[in-house]
């Protein structure tokens, strides 16, 4: 499947301007796994570093499956005009194959989106959005846009989704901008 034809937002959407992830700036929304925010344990043998507990899970009534999503790879700008959550559990998107992903959340403003964030995050950047917390679905925008996916199987709704009034435009940074490079 190739890439989708460029997103356009026309001129009824609002701009939001997509920034490299970080571990402080999406904390909270989730979390970024890195290694490089807790000291390593050393095992098998001196042959490995152990970086422990990087991500809250969490499945409530459920249980955490393990699937595979491979979604359409998307081109920047975006548009965004649906956001969802899960109230029963978090999701984590673990990147395969060199995929990069454009990863949309938005805090809770009465029961509704609030103002989205975008963040770019790379290959070696896996992310697990927090329960409950609003996102856009899977928006691959680079490689082959396959996902190692571990979040909640189990009974009763877990998908609420909310249309966004005003569509949302995301974009790169200006080239030339700090973030441009990163
Ligand atoms: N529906 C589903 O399995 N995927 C979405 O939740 C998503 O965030 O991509
Ligand atoms: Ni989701």
């Known amino acids: 499947m190739g890439p989708m034809t460029p997103d356009t937002g026309g001129d009824d959407a609002a701009t939001v301007t997509a920034r490299p992830i970080t571990a402080d700036a999406f904390a909270p929304f989730g979390e970024l796994i890195t290694a490089d925010r807790t000291p390593p344990r050393t095992i098998n043998q001196g042959l490995c570093q152990r970086f422990t507990d990087l991500a809250r899970l969490d499945a409530g009534d459920g249980r955490i499956g393990v699937s595979l999503f491979r ?4 081109t920047l700008p975006h548009r965004l005009d649906l956001m969802e959550r899960h109230p029963g559990g978090s999701q984590c998107f673990v990147p395969l194959d060199g995929s990069h992903v454009l990863v949309t959340v938005a805090p809770d403003i009465g029961g509704a989106p609030g103002t989205p964030r975008a963040f770019l995050a790379g290959p070696d950047q896996p992310v ?7 996102h856009g679905v899977l928006t691959p925008i680079a490689g082959s846009g396959l996902f190692l996916v571990l979040d909640r199987l189990g009974p009763g709704r877990n998908l609420e989704e909310h249309r966004l009034r005003r569509p949302v435009l995301i974009r790169l940074p200006p080239a030339g901008s700090a973030d441009a490079t990163a």
């Open 71 to 74: 979604a359409q790879v998307r």
């Open 128 to 134: 697990n959005i927090g329960r409950n917390v609003w």
